[in-house]
């Protein structure tokens, strides 16, 4: 796969991503991603989620099977992204190795109903923290900021930024549930949003011309981008913040301090920095700093 280098420029504050150059010879993201350590029978006060998941010896994690750089399943079946080695990162401080998770598709509507059915232990899918979704999930993190844009072929020069849709009557693809899909309203007449389940579906759409944008997270559409051979590019700048958090069951306290207390140590050892090298610092240049951690509740 051929892959465009790209260069962050706000790496701790909402990324903006450019376009730079091609970059010859960039490894498929997931490449070469470290091992996480995993605890070697890590001790928990019982009853706790830990002391349960540790036990079990099995975590099962919502995640995104269809977005380059953070969370895509290969035809091999495997996960790779930010997201899945943040998540392996965490069931590692849990004693639990890579091959011991159990990966559940957590497409943007469903995460908050995955969580509370009991039917994933934790998600991380570039999951903003917000209010509306602290009511039914708690959250650690955040672990990374994104910002939402705008995604175009790459012929199309009509639309600039989000305050050029309107006029330009674009048909704008986003995903049901999600937090683009609420930011994006203002900007646009109804009859111009169209909704899917998933971004692979709305990239598909903007590939065949069905739509004439897609719009979300800067870092998901710059996976689509960079596996388009040209076919897609960014346009214009982020313009919202999305704190991407680690749901996990509401009201689980404890369990949220340990993530974000492995989110800490990952970024002091360095696990965190070779995480990103590994995934999305395939087309970016600079590794994020973990962001200040929201305290739990
Ligand atoms: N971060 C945004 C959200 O959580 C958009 C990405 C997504 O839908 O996963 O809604």
Known sequence: MRLRRLTLTAAAAVATLT???????AADP???APPPPVAENPTFEPGTTMAELSEAGSITIGTKFDQPLFGLKTLDGELVGFDTEIARIIAGGLGIAPEDINWVEAPSAQREALLERGEVDMVV???????????????????????????VRSDNT??????????????????????????????IDENQLVLFGTYSECRDSLGNGQVDVVTT??????GYVSESDGAFKLAGEPFTKEPYGIG???GDVAFCEFVNQQLTEAAESGAYAAAWEATAG?????TPILPELAPCS
């Open 125 to 151: 899918a570039t999951y903003t923290i917000n209010e509306e979704r602290a009511q039914r999930v708690s959250f650690a993190g955040p672990y990374y900021e994104a910002g939402q844009t705008l995604m």
């Open 158 to 187: 009509d639309i600039t930024g989000p305050e050029s849709l309107r006029d330009s009557g674009a048909k704008v693809c986003t995903v049901t549930g999600s937090t683009p899909s609420q930011n994006i309203r203002p900007f």
């Open 30 to 32: 997931g490449d070469g």
């Open 282 to 286: 395939a087309v970016s240049e600079d």
């Open 19 to 25: 376009l730079a150059a091609c970059g010859g010879g």
């Open 217 to 222: 997270d800067n870092v998901i559409l710059l």
């Open 248 to 250: 996990i069951p509401k």
